[in-house]
């Protein structure tokens, strides 16, 4: 039997720079947050007296690799160290050997070069374990490797891949090391470790290859829960645990209200607070979907918006609501172009006046399209978004 925990893109020190407008206490939270799940996930190493640690590439966030960064990440170590709990690295496309400050890790540390190699283990029960991998030389590279990884014939034991890269059927735009599962498969291992994708993700169940994800959001693009994957079994199955040890959410929610009064939809906006506060510390962006046609001034807006925003810091788990947006749901029941008859919508006598006079203007007519080829009723559509728009102050309020 081994245990080990799977884990990548801790991007250490991410700038966040797009929150500096908090409250000074919610930004610094903000700041340690991949410290704080990095400090969760030793925990649980700890706790369940792994064998080893798996980090697969992206330990620092290219540029902001600080001192500080190395120096929690050596102190982390030491824990391990201590209960003889090994750590294996591969460096990624953020964290290039280029770019390494130190070597100066613990004994139980080892780091993969940037050629594909091999590192052999044996367990607290006497398992041998073979871990493949290799580290980035340089950050924009392509650095595809897979060919180079062995095959596991002939060695028995347990054999890992470790691997940052792009899975060919995902969607993400910066692809480095392109693979298809055959690629992987064909080398008969046991387990891979990806990384690189920020998203948990499960390609394959046998043999098992798993993207973690990262270890902590940073934006709303990378919302839910993050963490580690706990592995555990033997050479005829490895199950995959997945760990939340995130210090912060990024998320989102809708709330339906009767209310119409600023201060109905102020107490609203704070009962949901209240209602996931437990959950732990979060940004929110919030759609309030309002059952009526009455809609609320920009002041009002803004009032609102000021007022959930107070006090926050004070909080142990705070929720910060980083977006509101407002949905008028009986103005949506009735479109305008509704209001419109079918003759009056094709009367071109009526479209025509109206686009004349813009139309014979020689500055502006070189700019525009054939208004006689234009959908009049996407016209008028996009005319009520227009005005309903510039009626709340636009309703998207950061």
């Known amino acids: 039997m081994i245990k080990f925990i799977h884990c990548a893109d801790l991007h250490l020190d991410s700038p966040f720079k797009s929150k500096s407008y908090l409250a000074p206490t919610i930004f610094e939270d903000i700041q340690n947050s991949a410290y704080e799940s990095f400090k969760k996930i030793v925990d649980t190493a700890l706790k369940e007296e792994v064998d080893f640690v798996l980090i697969v590439g992206d330990l620092f966030d290219s540029e902001n690799r600080t001192l500080r960064a190395e120096v929690f ?25 280029t770019k390494r400050i130190t070597d100066d890790w613990p004994e139980n540390v080892s780091v993969f070069s940037s050629n594909v190699e091999t590192y052999q283990a044996i367990t607290k029960d006497g398992e041998t374990i073979y871990i493949h991998g290799f580290s980035y030389q340089n950050d924009g590279s392509y650095e595809n490797k897979i060919d180079d990884f062995p095959s596991s014939q002939g060695l028995n034991g347990i054999h890992i891949g470790m691997l940052h890269g792009t899975y060919s059927k995902s969607s993400i735009k910066d692809r480095y090391t392109e693979f298809i599962l055959e690629d992987l498969n064909k080398k008969l291992y046991h387990y891979w470790a990806l ?12 043999p098992p290859i798993h993207y973690p994800g990262n270890i902590q959001g940073r934006h709303f693009g990378e919302q839910g829960l993050k ?27 809708t709330i ?49 918006k000021e007022m959930i925003d107070d006090y ?50 020689p500055r502006a007519s070189k700019y525009l399209e054939d208004y006689t080829e234009f959908d009049k009723v996407e016209l008028v559509n996009r005319a009520e978004n227009l005005l309903k728009a510039d009626m709340r102050g636009e309703h998207n309020d950061h």
């Open 256 to 304: 339906t209200t009767h209310k119409t009064s600023k201060q109905g939809i102020y107490e609203e906006i704070q009962s949901f607070k209240e209602r996931v506060r437990h959950k732990g510390k979060a940004f929110y962006k919030l759609t309030v979907n309002i059952d009526s046609e009455t809609m609320l001034s920009s002041q009002d807006i803004l009032q609102i």
């Open 195 to 206: 990384g690189h994708i920020h998203e948990r993700q499960e390609l394959s169940d046998m």
């Open 73 to 97: 990440l050596k102190e982390q170590f030491k824990r391990l160290e201590k209960e003889q709990i090994f750590v294996y690295i591969s460096h990624g496309n953020h964290d290039p050997l």
């Open 312 to 361: 926050e810091e004070n909080e142990h788990h705070f929720v910060v609501i980083d977006e509101i947006n407002y949905n008028y749901l009986q103005n949506e029941e009735t479109p305008l172009v509704k209001e419109f008859s079918e003759e009056l919508t094709n009367d071109s006598k009526v479209f025509d006046d109206a686009m004349t006079e813009l139309y014979l203007n």
């Open 227 to 253: 963490g580690c994957l706990l592995v555990e079994g033997d050479h005829l199955r490895l199950n995959t645990q997945f760990i939340p040890t995130q210090s912060i959410r990024f998320d989102e929610a």
